[in-house]
């Protein structure tokens, strides 16, 4: 067996909307502070699905399905908009930004990709998918006070490509490397996957 690595699949945003989601971070972080692990700037996308750990050998084959389920899948527009908390705001553990437009196309953008996970033994999900951009973890549940942070301008964008990331952990946090890049607009005998992972 290959080396495993920690991935995920995600939308990448454009630069505006993660300048727009960092308005929102840094408002929260008045309120919050130490008490959450903030998610850097950088590191902001939608995430469709997390894997886990996968043999780096298999990678070509989950690509190979992704773009299957992907083939012809629309260009849409999205745009972020809304705070919240889960569970909740009583005893929230994590911060979101919601979707405003596009909830429909994400959700059935993240359906195709479970189902094409399947084929490297992930387990298809059994909750449905909530569509959103984690800001931060806190440290422990506490009550968030969502209503009172300022959620940033709404900023519509167009999702155009879905990334295979690895997540690089260290002492320093995360690093996300793309992997591979699936654009979206175009039929399975067109589509040119960008696949060229860093050792």
Not at 106 to 119: H, N
Request: hydrophobic residues 45%; glycine residues 6%; charged residues 30%.
């Amino acid at each position: 067996m290959s080396e495993p690595l920690r991935t995920f699949i995600a939308v990448p945003l454009p630069e505006s909307v993660r300048d727009s989601a960092a308005e929102a971070l840094a408002d929260a972080r008045v309120a919050l502070g130490e008490r959450a692990r903030w998610t850097p700037a950088e590191n902001l996308h939608l995430t469709l699905k997390f894997l886990g750990d996968v043999d780096r050998d298999q990678l070509p084959k989950l690509i190979q399905r992704l773009q299957a389920k992907l083939a012809g899948v629309a260009v849409f527009e999205a745009a972020l908009g809304g705070l919240g908390a889960f569970p909740n705001a009583r005893e929230a553990s994590v911060l979101w930004l919601g979707v405003t437009t596009g909830l429909s196309d994400l959700a059935k953008l993240a359906r195709k990709v479970d189902a094409a996970s399947k084929v490297v033994g992930v387990a298809r999900e059994k909750r449905p998918f909530r569509a959103h951009l984690t800001l931060a973890r806190l440290r422990t549940p506490e009550r968030v006070d969502v209503e009172r942070m300022k959620a940033p301008e709404e900023v519509p964008f167009r999702v155009e490509q879905v990334i295979l990331y690895e997540s690089r952990l260290s002492p320093d946090g995360a690093r996300h490397v793309p992997l591979a890049h699936l654009p979206l607009g175009v039929d399975d005998e067109d589509r040119a996957i960008d696949f060229a992972p860093e050792m």
